[in-house]
Structure formats: C-alpha cells, structure tokens
C-alpha cells in the first residue's frame, strides 16, 4: 500500500525534499565548504592580495600548524591516561563481568551482567574515550573499516572475524550523523554492538566447524512445539464441526460486508478432499473475510464431492471447474481451448507441461475466469493467492478492503512482496497458529543486512528466501485490457486513468507496497515435504527421483528447492523427515555453510547455537520478523466456534 504521505508528496506541485535530496546538498555544501577552505585555495587568494596577503596566509598556517601540534600532544596525554586507568573488570562489583560471549546461558549472563554503579563509570569512560578519538582522528568516518572483503561478503558462508562488509557505507554521508553527531546505543547500559557480538558468534561457530554433513546433521536438536509454548488452540483435525464452522463463515461474511464500500475479491487454485477443507481452507477463507474479501472464486482442481459440497455451502464462494464430473462439457472445452496456448501469449511457454507448469497453466485460466465473474459481480479489486498464503496488510486497520482503498487513482495493480514462514519446531499440527518467524524479503531490509542474508541459509539452500520472491498482486477488475502474466503479475492496456506527472503517456506501471506483505507457510508440516511424492508429478518422473535423476525430475519444477523436496519425498519417509528437520526447521544445532578459517576455499558445516539469541540478532538485523496477527485473529475465531459448539451440544442434550 502507498503510504498516504508518499501520495500527497505526488500531488504537491512543490514536493518537500527527499532525504536522497538532502543527503546531494549536504555533500554539495561540504564539497564547496572544503574547496573554499583548503589551504591551496586561501593561498591563491594570498597571492591574489600581493606581498602583504602572503604575510596574511603565512601567519595564518604557522598558527593553524602550532595549534594542531598543541592538539596531537593533548590527544596523546589523555589517551595514555586512559589507557593506564583500571581497566573495566576493576570497575564493577567483585563477582560481575562485562557480558560479551554471545553463547552465554541464563545463568551465566546473570553473573556477566554489569552492576549499575559500574556501567555508569564504563560508559562515562567511553563517552570520554570516543570525544577524545573524534578530536584527534583528522579523517573521521561514519562506521569502521570492514574486516571482511568484498569476495568473503559474496561468499555466502560464515568465516571467522567477520563483520558487516557494505562496500561504501564507511563513506557515505548520513544527514542524522551530520546533524547530531554520530548515533550509538551507548547511552544504554548493557547494551552491545550487534556486529561485534556476531563477530564473536561467527568465531564461536567456526571453532565448532565440521566438514562432514553427516556428523552436522546430528548435531541438530529441533524443539518441539510444546518446548516453545505452541500448542494450537484448534489441532485442525475434527470433521463433524464443519457444519458449525461454515455456519460461522456465513455469518462473519454477512457482518464484514455491511460495513464495507470497496468490493475486493481473491482467486486461487485448490485440490483439497474434505480434510483439506478443513485444516486449510477454511482458516484461511475465516482470515480473509476479516480483512475485508467479499468473494473467492476457487477454481476447483480436486476430486472430492464432499469438499466441493462443504465449499458450495459457503456464500461467498464461486467454484470454476476444469474436470468431470463437476464440469460441463463447455466447461471442459474452454478449459483445453485454453489449456492448447490459444487465449493467453503468458501461458504458451508451460503448455503441455508437467507438474508446476501445468499447475501455472490452471492458475491462469483460473484469473481469466475470475476477471470476468469479478467484473460481472461488481467487484472493484481481485487479488491471486495460494491456500499456503495470506495478507499481511501493514496499516493501522488491519483490513485489505482499506488498503486498497488508499491505493492512487492512477495506479493500476498493487504488488505486494512475500515473507517466508520459518517453523522453529519439527511438529507443528497448525501453521497459522504456530509458525510466527518469518524470513524478510530483501525489499524490506538494509544492505548490510542483505550481506547477513547471504550467511545463514539453512542447509545446502541456494537462497535465504527458499521459493518465490517476486510476491504477488492485486489488481483493478475494470482496467482497460487487464490480463495476468502468470501467477505473480498482472499488466494491461495505457489509458488516461494512468496518467500522472511521472506517467504523462498512461502506460501501465504497477507499484510495490511498502508495507502490506504475503506471508508464506511454505513447507510448515513434515507431511508438506511427504505429499510432494504424490501430488506433483506423473508417475515416470517418481521413478526417475527414486534413481537419482535430479535433471529429470527438474523438468517437473520451477524452483529447486521444489525438485529437492520431491527427491527427499520419493525416497521415503525418513529422508523426507531429514529433509524437513535440516532445510525448514530453525533450531538448536541447524546447520549452515562455512568455510576453513585456514582454507577459505574449503566449505564445511556449522551448527547455530544459542538459538534464542540468534534469532534475537537476526530480528534486531532485520532478517526475520514476528508477526502475531494471523494467529491472533484466528484464535479469537475459534473461541467463537468453540461457544458455538458447547451451545449446540448443550441443546442436544437429552431433557431429564
């Protein structure tokens, strides 16, 4: 969603400047400051005024260069006096240390914890230390060097005495830093560099490398949700509340449509059975429909006459068919008028197909279809999800409906970037409920968090985010010419609704939201990797697995973490465990790439320890974040159902 201060600096004629503007006339002041300052310039001036300016600029130096002598020798006598002080252990009360061991337990951090009385001095020394450091150091800059070069921040492995290697961020000039010093949390007792604990927490893991996979592997020690305090409210796992369940989405979509005025809709592809309905679809049709969805158009892949009864009792929800006996025979043939590459140039490269692509085939007519209901039913909005995917939106009112309703006039399409869900136990029952970490897309970060990034993939991951990162959209049903370009994107025709002084022609240019995301629950649950033997591709493509013919099976899947599940899924349950425990499951003894401190070209394992600390660091980075909302929500549903339901028994009760 556009912020509402982005879209007012759009309509200004005269837009405030952006901190980019800031910084260019910061850096084009100091430039012209230095250059009218520096001593060859004062010097042809000097010559300019004749013999008597020379005298002027002679003087002038002869001072400057006393005066800085008179500094270096009083930077020297402090810092040796400082440097002869106690050191910080004599500081603090007998006992206590400086906590700087990033492993530290419970009990140990209690006894490496400074006294107050202590740490006062400790940053009262500091503070004096870093003002004399500022007046002698004649080049100051806004960060220290890196440790690590370029080619180790690419490496994308954890190497011993590392910290944040941002090539040019030392030198780049901050307006805050310029304006009010340097900033630092050092006026905060206890607290310490996050680089350097990392520093210290790469070498510890180093020290603990292992070059086998094997000996790594066994190093892990998932917790169990239980050990987390993440036992679900609903386990997902009973069938006979279903009628009590629809019955509470049907009214829940009554509620939310009387207060609404914009009409958004989402189109998805579902295969669920009647257990699928349950533990998938149902929570996330409750979830949307908070936020706002007046309608779902599903288009139906399954083969589940129970699943398509339970899903046609839910009035807010159209079913589009493709297969017998649920589809008619003109059903069925614009299904394979569309499936032959006639309707969309986007879905001929995946025509004939197998498995993800020909997922993508159905994804596509599913949009088609659904732009056309969509338009007929009056919807303003649709937007394309997966069952596995929900809406995060980032505003005060926690209402899709409202975030688009913020959107220009001008803009088309909305695309919002995905968070990946990160299970930190091996056995979750309910993924909305228990999976609250979530993976940061890049979009959304920092350079020097994006050089993080590149570290602490888990197991032999190519990439931090595992699937997708290119989100997905939401776009304008009545957009002249609106077709999709796959599952992620939609595009369309110029049109004068899109000109604006950035657009003057009306082409169409989709925007990215700096705020509203889709959440991911990819690969939550042990089964999700064991289903992909059975669900994703024919049959000749699971023998090829089980040979190990991995260039086979890839003609199946679009993502490689995909085809390494399915390898992992084809050769049995316990490999599709190990799969799930070492590439999902962020956890005590999780494994990650690192390289020989003495052999840097010599790649090996390291176990994360501390995990509660880490993963403190990683969302103090950036790199992950919780988020409640979802399961907040969802809960506050069942409570609600479960009312429900101990009334209906209570009225079934035979009377005495």
Known sequence: MIPAGRQRREASPSPPPSPDDLE??????????????????????????????IVWATAWAAAGIALGMLLSSLCSFIISRLASTAPLDALLPPGQYEQTHPGDTAATATDRTPGLAGAERALLRQEMDSFVQSLCDPRPQLGAAPDATPAEAQGGVVTAGQDAAVQGLATVPRVVDEAFGKQS?????????MHRELRLYNDA???????SAAEAASRQRPALAADLGLAPLDHLNDSASLPHRIAFLNDLQEQVRAGERLRACIAATVSADVAGVRRDLLPWLQYHTELGVGHFYLLYDGADPQAVALLSSIRHVS???????????????????YADGAAEPSTRQWVGQPGNFGLMVKQGYGLLEALGRARKDGQHWLLHLDPDELFHPGGPAFSLTMELAGVPPHVPAVRFMNF??????????????????????????????HWYRQKYKLGDSAAFLMLYA??????????????????HFFSGSASPRWQNPKNPRGDWHDVVSDRSVVLHYAYSYQEDVAAKAHRSCPDAYLQAARRGDRAKVKECFVIDFDADAYMAAAAGPAAARDFFLERMVLGEGSRVRCAHPQRPTQLAWCNLFDIARF???????????????????????EWQIQRRLRAAAAVALPIA
């Open 420 to 449: 990946e869900g990160q299970p930190e136990a091996a056995d979750l029952t309910n993924r909305i409920e228990q999976v609250t970490l979530f993976r940061v897309h890049k979009h959304f970060i920092s350079p020097e968090a």
């Open 24 to 53: 260019a006339a910061s850096s084009k002041f100091k430039r012209k400051r230095r250059t009218g300052n520096s001593p060859g310039s004062r010097l042809a001036r000097a010559l300019r005024l004749g013999p008597g300016g």
């Open 319 to 337: 079913l589009l068919h493709i297969h017998a006996p649920f589809a008619g025979p003109a059903e069925r043939e614009r299904f394979a008028w």
């Open 205 to 211: 893991l180093v020290a603990g490398m292992v070059t």
């Open 615 to 637: 993963k403190f660091l990683m969302e103090k980075l950036g790199l992950y974040r919780r988020i409640h909302g979802p399961q907040l929500l969802l809960r506050q549903h």
């Open 470 to 487: 290119n989100g997905k959209s939401a776009v304008r049903v009545d957009a002249p010419g609106v077709h999709h370009l796959g599952p």
């Open 185 to 193: 949390s050092s006026n905060v007792p206890g607290v310490e560099d």
